[in-house]
């Protein structure tokens, strides 16, 4: 199966970028550019590397990485890059990273969003409970980030493992 071409990159991230400026003349400029590379495991430990031209393989890792980087000439207030995590994957636990101050949050459904998302289960007595949910069954990460500077860049990544 050739993950790489069931998934698009341009399709596996939507972001929001949601800036405040005082002045018209002065404003934030913030790119994000959105990269893919394969996480492979030697003696154990990881390394991530270009994705192989026959693409990403089931029971392999994908690494997605956002980079933004803030051009403008004031500082971008109160913004959030998105990743999606593709159908056939799943989001690999603690594999959120951000190379920046952010809090990072998840969804289930692409609506509702938490850093512990929960998901109401019937008990054999027949009642509901909320329990927290299998980081497998995450839809996307997002990252809210209260300030990138003038001239700042971040970056923030994340892995699936292909189904």
Request: with cysteine; aromatic share 8%.
């Amino acid at each position: 199966m050739r993950f790489s071409s069931l998934i698009p990159a341009s399709a596996a991230l939507t972001a929001a970028v949601f800036c405040c400026s005082i002045a018209a003349q002065a404003r934030p400029n913030v790119k994000l550019v959105l990269s893919s590379s394969a996480v492979v495991f030697h003696d154990g430990k990881p390394s991530v590397v270009p994705l192989p031209p026959e693409g990403i393989k089931r029971g392999e890792r994908l690494r997605y990485t956002i980079v933004a980087s803030n051009s403008g000439d004031r500082a971008a207030l109160q913004f959030e890059p998105v990743g999606h995590i593709p159908a056939g994957a799943a989001f690999v636990t603690n594999s959120a990273f951000s190379s920046i101050d952010a809090s990072v949050e998840y969804t289930l459904d692409g609506i509702t969003w938490s850093a512990r998302p929960t998901t109401s289960v019937k008990e054999p007595n027949g009642r509901i409970v909320k329990k927290l949910a299998d980081p497998s069954n995450y839809r996307a990460v997002r990252w809210t980030v209260t300030q990138l500077g003038v001239r700042q860049t971040a970056t923030f990544s994340y892995e699936v493992h292909v189904k």
